[in-house]
């Protein structure tokens, strides 16, 4: 377990270190004060949430849950959440599957990884779609891939922009085998519809979003945004460094690196996310 | 070639070996015709043997030993069935933007008379040729040239014949830096959009973003001794036992096999191997193949490009398992929610 003594969390991780070491995330009794998971700052925690979550000493994005991100997106009253009953099953009888949903169930308080609805933001009407990366990493199974396909197929009938942000380090979820796989290409298609419907679909990527999911929805958007410091890629970085025998430069993956490689158009601080959105979508309706 | 034998095969790997050796001595011109006559009837019994204990074999086979199966060193690969099925072919190369892929392949030909574009990772033979091929795991000029071929089918108007066989996508530096989760994406998406028939065969392996870049098909065969996974099966043991050697249970939970896909909806039909799989008698599986493709182009072909591009989207759209409770319905209806009727 690659956690270095000082308990910093290092920057190259695959999904499920990243799991047990949000578990061993230590908050100071009281929960006055937060340690920043980068740099080990410690953060006055009223301050770190009027920051977003973002480190002032580091600049780190912290982890939103989807509580968070709804609120820090959409216009304050306005989110109307839609799907919410859809529940996970367990297709295969994937060994431990049903017991770690239900665990994950009770702690993030929704039924899934992703959560739909729509709203507006700064005053724009969207179909709003996000994954939520303290569930299940956010991997993404039936549930997450169809509320996915709703969301995208919505805008194209109401002819609303889509957004969609995306947290998932686990890509897709494999307690579901190849079902899982299926709702890569089952968004990827909805996204065609949106083309086709000529509606704008917009993606924000946050830590971290990786393999079968950025390889579907999360890389189809008409403008695609990224947070600061994001791991996004297909393959995790300790996969790649394992097999390859290779040491990756620093900064692989994040999403400065995927600016230069030209797989994104901006990185965008988590402060100024919504008004940059904004733009966009004032572009897009005018 | 020298044979090799997956584990399930041990038992009749000695067989083989006999019957070989008794071929050798009947090709042979110098041997006595009494001695020829013996040398017949010991093989036929031993080919009968042999063929006894495949299938008792092959009616009792772990999915583990269908991964192996489908990794087979001697299991025939794309560009085998191209060479066989088709009359005429020539592979085009490159992405137009970077590089050419040797871990994908793709050109026009002639398959049953029509003009079709052929896709397909592609494997290798011996070492070098793997190295050469990365083991079909094919990267983001690999996906990038497929989809060049599609969309000059989907412009002329011919169909498009995708074949599957990879343990998935390119695991490189190099790949990260030129965008394959892009390139995947980006295949599924524009595939969605063709107005041509896509037909897909899983001839192997069916690795992950690696196959399903490839496969968003008006209909998908399995070969019966295929696979189709999210994650390779060691891959998923190291993640959930932290063991990779426990593949073969994982293999068993992930629900890869070809007739776990075809009661998942994942494949649309099962394509029988010849006794003791592709490998054991290539021309009778090319001929399987082929006729099965021809047969669902024949079918793909009465639609218009319009209504191609709604089946294929409602063919991957009713896909997944989960609850939904009933809503309250404005009028007396017997249809369950979409999609939840799988549950």
């Given amino acids: 377990m690659a956690i270095t003594p000082n308990g910093h969390e290092p920057r190259k991780f695959d999904q499920f270190e990243i799991e047990a070491a949000r578990e061993k995330r230590k908050s100071i009794p009281g929960d006055l004060w937060t340690k920043c998971n980068e740099c080990g700052f410690m953060l006055y925690t009223k301050e770190f949430e009027n ?6 000493k580091c600049g780190a994005h912290a982890n939103l849950n989807w509580r968070e991100r709804v609120a820090i997106t959409l216009d304050e009253g306005t989110f109307v959440e839609h799907d919410a009953d859809l529940e996970p099953v367990d297709p295969l009888g994937f060994p431990g599957y049903a017991k770690s949903v239900a665990k994950y169930q009770q702690r993030c308080g929704i039924k899934e990884a992703a959560v739909c609805g729509e709203g507006r933001l700064l005053g724009h009407p969207v179909q709003f779609g996000l994954t ?27 002819g609303m922009p889509a957004l969609i942000v995306s947290g998932s380090g686990g890509g897709a979820r494999m307690h579901e085998g190849a079902l899982s796989l299926m709702q890569m290409a089952k968004a990827s298609a909805a996204a065609a519809k949106l083309e086709r419907a000529r509606v704008p679909y917009l993606t924000v990527l946050t830590h971290p979003s990786m393999a079968g999911v950025q390889a579907s929805y999360a890389s189809l958007g008409d403008v695609i945004l990224a947070e600061p410091g994001a791991l996004i890629g297909f393959t995790g970085p300790r996969v790649i460094e394992q ?7 620093d900064g692989f993956q994040s999403a400065e690196f995927q600016l230069e490689h030209g797989m994104v158009d901006l990185v965008v601080p988590r402060a100024e996310l919504k008004a940059t959105l904004g733009r966009l979508l004032e572009f897009f309706a005018n | 070639m020298l044979n090799r034998f997956v584990a399930a095969e041990q038992p009749i790997a000695e067989l083989d070996t006999k019957i070989q050796e008794l071929d050798r001595i009947l090709d042979a011109q110098s041997v006595p015709e009494d001695a020829l006559t013996d040398a017949r009837e010991q093989r036929d019994q031993l080919v009968a043997q042999r063929d006894d204990m495949l299938r008792d074999i092959f009616t009792s086979l772990s999915p583990w030993d269908k991964v192996l199966l489908a990794r087979h060193p001697q299991r025939p690969y794309t560009l085998d069935y ?8 020539d592979e085009l190369h490159g992405d ?35 190295q050469h091929r990365n083991f079909g795991y094919a990267g983001p000029e690999g996906y990038r040239k497929a989809l060049r071929l599609m969309k000059l089918a989907d412009k002329f108007r011919k169909p498009i014949l995708c074949l599957v066989d990879t343990p998935g996508a390119a695991c490189l530096q190099s790949a990260e830096e030129r965008g394959i989760s892009e390139a995947i994406a980006r295949n599924q998406k524009e595939m969605a959009l063709l ?4 037909v897909v065969v899983v001839i192997g392996e069916g690795g992950s973003g690696g196959a399903i870049g490839l496969a968003v098909g008006n209909k998908v065969f399995m070969l019966e001794h295929a696979m189709y996974s999210v994650i390779q099966p060691e891959a998923c043991a190291s993640i959930i036992w932290r063991d990779s050697t426990r593949g073969a249970e994982a293999a068993e939970a992930l629900k890869l096999t070809a007739e776990d896909a075809l009661e998942l909806g994942i494949a649309d039909e099962i394509l029988p191997e010849p006794l003791g799989g592709a490998h054991r008698d290539f021309g009778e599986m090319a001929r399987r193949v082929k006729t099965a493709l021809v047969g669902a182009l024949d079918e793909l072909e009465k639609l218009t490009p319009e209504e191609l591009i709604e089946q294929r989207y409602q063919r991957f759209r009713k896909l997944g398992r989960y609850y ?4 309250e319905a404005p009028a007396v209806t017997e249809e369950p929610a979409a999609g939840a009727g799988n549950e």
């Fill in chain 2, 324 to 327: 939904e409770p009933p809503r």
């Fill in chain 1, 132 to 158: 939520d990366f303290n569930f299940l990493a956010g991997s993404m199974g039936s549930v997450v891939g169809e509320k996915v396909t709703r969301v995208l197929e919505r805008a194209a009938e109401t």
């Fill in chain 2, 195 to 198: 107005g041509v028939p896509v």
């Fill in chain 2, 82 to 89: 191209i060479q066989e099925m088709c009359d005429s072919f």
């Fill in chain 1, 51 to 56: 920051d977003l979550r973002v480190c002032r």
């Fill in chain 1, 243 to 249: 097999s390859l025998r290779i040491k990756l430069p």
């Fill in chain 2, 96 to 130: 137009r933007t970077f590089g050419d892929d040797p871990a994908m392949v793709g050109g026009i030909g002639q398959l049953g008379g029509r003009s079709v574009v052929i896709v397909g990772q592609q494997k290798g033979r011996n070492v070098a040729e793997r």
